[in-house]
Structures are given as structure tokens and as C-alpha cells.
């Protein structure tokens, strides 16, 4: 009678919830420290452990000295540290990929959601992620967020309809590439889900960062988080509420057919 009623249960959430901001970094971290960083602090205490092995039955003494052990210990516990130092290193730069992130969706949410935009968070395709799509009267937005550690002399980021600078370098990988692959990928889902075809204007915020005056009429927006906010608020409306909240809906059945498939 008890398995009968414990197999009654259900589950009473229905819908999958959505993803949350940095959500697919939240993931990549907890993967890049299972694979990395605890890998290399297992190889440590094991040198440490073995090599007091040896020496605790030299000091005995039983069998023959510790020292060709030793130095093979020694030499683990050398390397670890290092690689220990280095993949550190990686995790904080993607910590702050997710606080910059998580910031940021919080950012745009509190101060665009009154104003009738719906805020969708890391919408995950087979190699890539869009951090966040906004989907409100001025259109559809597909939102890369750059968090960059500020150096002390030059900080800021220019854009010339073409190619951006961040303290007067270029980046490794272009933000504008990415951020049009993003656009173009998003309009897409949106067609399939929806069956409406709306254009997407690709964005890439620089949280923190001052951002110089740019050509308004670029294919790709490159602001900081208040200055988009600014932005929006000064385009013309595109979509009915209707529109928005149709296409707001069908974006999130796609988030949930894709979670479903993967869990």
C-alpha cells in the first residue's frame, strides 16, 4: 500500500524554469574545477601523503632510504602548485564572467521590465550561448556581455561601426563576429518557434566600463549596461505588446524543449 502511494507522487512543477543569467558559466566553472583544479590538488596530497609514507618507514627503519621517492614527490608537488596557480587564474577570470553577467541581467531586468520588455537569460545553442535577449517595443536584442578587468591607465572601449578596442587593444576574439552570429542565430529560433520573422540587433555591453561616443547606425551596438538602457528608451516602438509577449513565449518554449532534451 506504501509503494502504491509513493508511486502516485508527481512532480508538481509543470514548466521547466528558465535559465539564469550566467547560467552556462555557473556550469563551465563547476566543470573546470571538477576537471582541473581539483585534479592537480588530488596529485598534491597524494605526493605529500606518499612521501611521508616513505620517510615514516625509513625512520623506523625497514626497507631501503626515501630519497629517490622523495624527489619524485617533490617533483609532483612542484608542478602542482604551479598548474594549481595557473588554473586559479582561469577560474577568477570566469567568476567574473559570471558576476558581470548575473549583474547585468539583473541590471536590465529592474530597469526595463516596467517599461514592457521581457528579459530572457543564457539561451544555449550547440556550441555557443547567448547571454541574454531582450524582446520589448523597440524589438529583439541579442545581448553579449563582456567583463573585463579594468587596468589603471587606459580604460575605456572604442567602437567604429567596424572593429573595437578595449584599452586600446584588440580583443582575441571579435565581439562583433560573435555577437552577429548571435543575432543571426536567435532571429532564426525565433522564426521556427514563433513563425514570425523579426529582425534582432545584435549588442555587446561592456559592464563598468566607459564606452566613447560611436556611430549610431552600426549593424552592432558596443555600450555599458546604463548606456543601452538610454538607448532603448530613445528608439521608436517596433512591436505590439502582442508581438512581444508572442515572441517572448515562444523563446521560452525553446529553452525548455532544449533542457528538456539534455536532462
Not at 100 to 109: D, K, M, R
Not at 112 to 136: E, K
Request: hydrophobic content about 45%; proline content about 5%.
Amino acid at each position: 500500500m506504501k509503494n502504491s502511494a509513493v508511486s502516485a507522487n508527481r512532480d508538481p512543477i509543470k514548466r521547466l524554469p528558465l535559465r539564469n543569467p550566467g547560467q552556462s558559466i555557473e556550469d563551465q566553472i563547476a566543470k573546470f574545477r571538477a576537471e582541473t583544479i581539483d585534479v592537480w590538488i588530488v596529485m598534491l596530497i597524494f605526493a605529500v601523503v606518499l612521501m611521508l609514507w616513505e620517510w615514516y618507514w625509513y625512520l623506523i627503519p625497514i626497507q631501503s632510504g626515501p630519497v629517490p621517492i622523495t624527489l619524485m614527490c617533490l617533483g609532483v608537488i612542484f608542478y602542482s602548485v604551479i598548474r594549481i596557480r595557473q588554473e586559479r587564474e582561469t577560474l577568477e577570470q570566469l567568476k567574473l564572467g559570471l558576476k558581470g553577467e548575473q549583474a547585468t541581467g539583473q541590471y536590465l531586468q529592474n530597469s526595463l521590465l516596467r517599461q514592457g520588455y521581457w528579459v530572457v537569460h543564457d539561451i544555449c545553442f550547440d556550441d555557443f550561448n547567448i547571454d541574454h535577449a531582450l524582446i520589448g517595443p523597440a524589438g529583439v536584442f541579442a545581448i553579449e556581455t563582456k567583463t573585463r578587468s579594468k587596468p589603471s591607465g587606459d580604460s575605456t572601449v572604442s567602437f567604429d561601426g567596424h572593429a573595437i578596442l578595449i584599452a586600446g587593444h584588440k580583443p582575441d576574439r571579435d565581439p562583433i563576429v560573435q555577437s552577429t552570429a548571435a543575432a543571426k542565430a536567435l532571429q532564426g529560433k525565433l522564426l521556427e518557434y514563433s513563425g514570425t520573422k523579426v529582425s534582432v540587433r545584435p549588442v555587446v555591453l561592456f559592464p563598468g566600463w566607459f564606452v566613447e561616443k560611436q556611430p549610431r547606425d552600426a549593424n552592432v551596438w558596443v555600450l555599458n549596461e546604463k548606456a543601452f538602457v538610454k538607448w532603448i528608451g530613445r528608439e521608436p516602438d517596433r512591436l505590439s505588446r502582442e508581438t512581444s509577449f508572442q515572441l517572448a513565449a515562444a523563446l521560452g518554449r525553446y529553452v525548455r524543449d532544449r533542457e528538456a532534451n539534455a536532462s
